[in-house]
């Protein structure tokens, strides 16, 4: 998958770095939290100071785009050509919240270099990863000496991601026909190493809900009752305790069906990725691997759809013993789904499996929260394929492939756009996403601008648009 | 089991009536409760109050005993005849918190009689029921014309029923030789209805335990690990719903072993019992029965030992959802035992159970609480005929049988004295016990006076003691 890179975009890099890196230092001053309303102005500058770059950047378009919450901005380059494919870059402007205090070695949003690092708030979850497509579309233009990009770019940047982007899906599709892209392409996540350079082909999906189980109208004696009435916690445990069967499957009726099986391809190509199983487990604050029968942990989490019990509650819970049956029982149930599910249809067989389960006497509430549906691009897309051309000509060597366990509002790009999901990161799970002295590797950074140099003239050879 | 009634009781009872109600009417407008510290001298006077007023009614013994919280009192009056058996009050004079503002109709402690009822914190629970045995032996010699009772008399009225008894165990193993007896007579619960008479035969014991489930040394990404990693809140549903078969049996191996099963005379005795479902489950609270296959209602909250969950927790339990595999999940279970079961054996079996089904990656840590042995007294005993021809002459009607489904410090007398105890109780289920508007029917009241009078008689003559 490696290919020869391009002196001409590797010069052009070298000249225009320390611009970049001067610039996304600019950027990461900005402390834009989204989740802290203090900081809803700083938010609002990352926006218009992100918009004023792309248009100095030579987008002919870039626009701050309003929604209920945090603003996203939205820039567009045409290439001039009528069968150039169009690309989507997303990504976000918004950060988690830091202070110095969390743990960091210098103030999160006073961007220092060590050892070849950028260490900020934002440097690699996100701010890092978008910007790298500025200098990236620059070098592509100078190498080729175009003077619009060899596709049809445009940039969608949310401010609301670390806030669980509560207002993105309806700005989506709201603005659909601006947004409209043969191809997604996803800069807000990471390798597997800075020696194993991999392409994300997608995520799961999530279907989440809450079932509150009532029994007695409030606690009663365990000794007066105790025995001969249903006990509502009792009741929520067999719940979750029928999830899965004996082979850590899910045991709901329906549930696999229609799923895409992980290909042997695939499965070999993992299989070769440099997995340990004790880092892993160290990362996973874990003491054991458990899971569905016949996969290995990769595909578990990757491949596999789970049912997965987030929280459960009922009676008493202090120091101590009460002896009462509860009158109450809670759960927070939730579903990572693969390629193929739907999360109506994990709503509809969740729902009946739960109600045959509840006994006279005990009456449930269940509500699902609003679905993430999984994306899944397969290995044999061109799209993906030319992404794996362009990294591999920047890291000249073998691209692999990953998925993500997780699950984000790509998908909703996918679904709204009816659009492939490809992911462009070049972040590192050492990074510290959330956590104090998040960095970049700046070796990588510039990886990605390469990458990001390489993948338009890449698209536009080898996957045109019909139109 | 009706016997004929004694006149020279009656009158007796009649004549000292008013006197009997003034002196619990003053014993009541002392706020002993025991659970507020700032109540801790109204308890002590309470128990002085006991102490002098048992010394007035001719006790030659009559003690203040203190425990490292509140006070128990202690008296004593000797027959007098080296056979005659030796029995044992249990009552307590510590009262549940009441204020007004609870919704009482009056002063919870300032009495009053509405109705020919006497309103009041304490009126049943238990001040109404330990001060009825001050008149019952003083009718006892009136109309025996005795000038100590026929048998050996002993109280023992603590000052912390209603904070869980902490120091009473230890007291009783303290004073175990002065309050030696051949049987306990527990005047602190209640009968069937006010048409229904019964003397209660024994009560569950009681085993709880918390058992927490240690995974991962922080809640983690359900995402990045879901389906890879041992959840322990799934673990600790897992343990809940193996507790019981399909058919509500507790599933835990031994868990049966040894116990004393109802007999056939005693089923049919409360097969007869004017048993209401609907009305009970009005009482329960809840909204249908459910429980071991095989067996009534009645048999499975008074004969049947039961496992229930009375506390389980773990992960997110807020609003919304939270993307988590949790750190650790909780389990309070408690055990209803009945006679023939030990304690000790079934800690022993839990342990074993559970430790069978914790898998790799989980920690548990399993702590059992002290233990509450359950008690029952088999229908043909002595003193329990005697008890019940004793009521059965106050009553002028048959006597019924039941039992408790709860667990009480009783226990720890006939484990310590290795004396049976019965149960000798007016109260009704709508006295209102640890809610607003608190009473105790003045005309059951006054029954329990003529039983305790006629129960020293009886006793004395159908069980002498092997001196």
Same mark, same amino acid.
Not at 91 to 106: I, L, N
């Given at each position: 998958? !490696?290919?020869?890179?391009?002196?001409? &975009? @590797?010069?052009?890099?070298?000249?225009? +770095?320390? #611009?970049?890196? %001067?610039?996304?230092?600019?950027?990461?001053?900005?402390?834009?939290?989204?989740?802290?309303?203090?900081?809803?102005?700083?938010?609002?500058?990352?926006?218009?100071?992100?918009?004023?770059?792309?248009?100095?950047?030579?987008?002919?378009?870039?626009?701050?785009?309003?929604?209920?919450?945090?603003?996203?901005?939205?820039?567009?380059?045409?290439?001039?050509?009528?069968?150039?494919?169009?690309?989507?870059?997303?990504?976000?402007?918004?950060?988690?919240?830091?202070?110095?205090?969390?743990?960091?070695? !210098?103030?999160?949003?006073?961007?220092? &270099? @060590?050892?070849?690092?950028?260490?900020? +708030?934002? #440097?690699?979850? %996100?701010?890092?990863?978008?910007?790298?497509?500025?200098?990236?579309?620059?070098?592509?233009?100078?190498?080729?000496?175009?003077?619009?990009?060899?596709?049809?770019?445009?940039?969608?940047?949310?401010?609301?991601?670390?806030?669980?982007?509560?207002?993105?899906?309806?700005?989506?599709?709201?603005?659909?026909?601006?947004?409209?892209?043969?191809?997604?392409?996803?800069?807000?996540?990471?390798?597997?190493?800075?020696?194993?350079?991999?392409?994300?082909?997608?995520?799961?999906?999530?279907?989440?809900?809450?079932?509150?189980?009532?029994?007695?109208?409030?606690?009663?004696?365990?000794?007066?009752?105790?025995?001969?009435?249903?006990?509502?916690?009792?009741?929520?445990?067999?719940?979750?305790?029928?999830?899965?069967?004996?082979?850590?499957?899910?045991?709901?009726?329906?549930?696999?069906?229609?799923?895409?099986?992980?290909?042997?391809?695939?499965?070999?190509?993992?299989?070769?990725?440099?997995?340990?199983?004790?880092?892993?487990?160290?990362?996973?604050?874990?003491?054991?691997?458990?899971?569905?029968?016949?996969?290995?942990?990769?595909?578990?989490?990757?491949?596999?759809?789970?049912?997965?019990?987030?929280?459960?509650?009922?009676?008493?819970?202090?120091?101590?013993?009460?002896?009462?049956?509860?009158?109450?029982?809670?759960?927070?149930?939730?579903?990572?789904?693969?390629?193929?599910?739907?999360?109506?249809?994990?709503?509809?067989?969740?729902?009946?499996?739960?109600?045959?389960?509840?006994?006279?006497?005990?009456?449930?509430?269940?509500?699902?929260?609003?679905?993430?549906?999984?994306?899944?691009?397969?290995?044999?897309?061109?799209?993906?394929?030319?992404?794996?051309?362009?990294?591999?000509?920047?890291?000249?060597?073998?691209?692999?492939?990953?998925?993500?366990?997780?699950?984000?509002?790509?998908?909703?790009?996918?679904?709204?756009?009816?659009?492939?999901?490809?992911?462009?990161?070049?972040?590192?799970?050492?990074?510290?996403?959330?956590?104090?002295?998040?960095?970049?590797?700046?070796?990588?950074?510039?990886?990605?601008?390469?990458?990001?140099?390489?993948?338009?003239?890449?698209?536009?050879?080898?996957?045109?648009?019909?139109?």
């Amino acid at each position: 998958m !490696s290919q020869t890179p391009d002196s001409a &975009v @590797r010069t052009y890099i070298g000249q225009h +770095r320390a #611009a970049f890196l %001067d610039d996304l230092a600019e950027w990461l001053r900005i402390p834009s939290v989204s989740a802290q309303p203090d900081h809803a102005p700083d938010v609002r500058r990352s926006a218009d100071w992100l918009a004023a770059k792309l248009t100095e950047t030579g987008f002919p378009t870039a626009e701050v785009w309003e929604t209920p919450g945090a603003p996203a901005v939205f820039a567009e380059w045409p290439a001039g050509d009528p069968e150039a494919p169009t690309v989507l870059v997303y990504g976000h402007h918004d950060v988690q919240p830091a202070t110095r205090e969390d743990g960091w070695d !210098s103030e999160p949003f006073e961007p220092v &270099v @060590r050892e070849n690092r950028l260490y900020a +708030r934002g #440097a690699a979850d %996100d701010k890092g990863q978008v910007f790298f497509h500025t200098l990236g579309v620059r070098a592509h233009l100078a190498a080729t000496g175009r003077t619009a990009p060899a596709v049809n770019l445009k940039l969608l940047i949310e401010g609301e991601e670390e806030s669980g982007s509560p207002h993105f899906r309806a700005l989506v599709e709201q603005h659909a026909d601006r947004l409209a892209a043969d191809a997604v392409i996803v800069s807000d996540t990471g390798m597997w190493s800075e020696d194993t350079p991999t392409v994300c082909t997608g995520m799961r999906g999530l279907a989440e809900c809450e079932i509150v189980l009532h029994g007695p109208d409030q606690d009663i004696h365990s000794g007066a009752f105790g025995g001969a009435v249903p006990n509502p916690a009792t009741v929520a445990a067999r719940l979750v305790a029928a999830l899965h069967d004996e082979h850590a499957r899910v045991a709901i009726p329906g549930f696999y069906d229609g799923i895409v099986e992980l290909g042997d391809r695939e499965r070999r190509l993992w299989a070769e990725l440099p997995f340990d199983e004790a880092s892993w487990l160290r990362e996973a604050h874990s003491y054991a691997t458990e899971g569905e029968a016949g996969h290995t942990t990769l595909e578990r989490i990757w491949a596999r759809p789970t049912a997965e019990v987030n929280g459960i509650g009922g009676g008493y819970q202090g120091p101590g013993s009460k002896t009462i049956i509860p009158s109450s029982a809670l759960l927070k149930l939730s579903f990572r789904l693969v390629a193929g599910q739907d999360p109506e249809h994990i709503e509809k067989i969740v729902r009946a499996w739960a109600a045959e389960r509840i006994p006279a006497g005990i009456r449930a509430e269940i509500t699902f929260l609003p679905a993430t549906r999984p994306c899944l691009t397969p290995l044999d897309h061109p799209g993906l394929q030319s992404l794996a051309r362009a990294m591999g000509r920047a890291f000249e060597g073998p691209i692999r492939f990953t998925r993500s366990g997780g699950s984000g509002p790509a998908a909703d790009l996918q679904d709204v756009l009816a659009a492939p999901v490809l992911f462009l990161g070049i972040s590192v799970p050492s990074d510290g996403w959330h956590a104090p002295n998040e960095k970049v590797e700046l070796d990588l950074l510039l990886k990605g601008v390469e990458t990001s140099a390489y993948l338009w003239s890449d698209l536009a050879e080898n996957w045109r648009h019909a139109p």
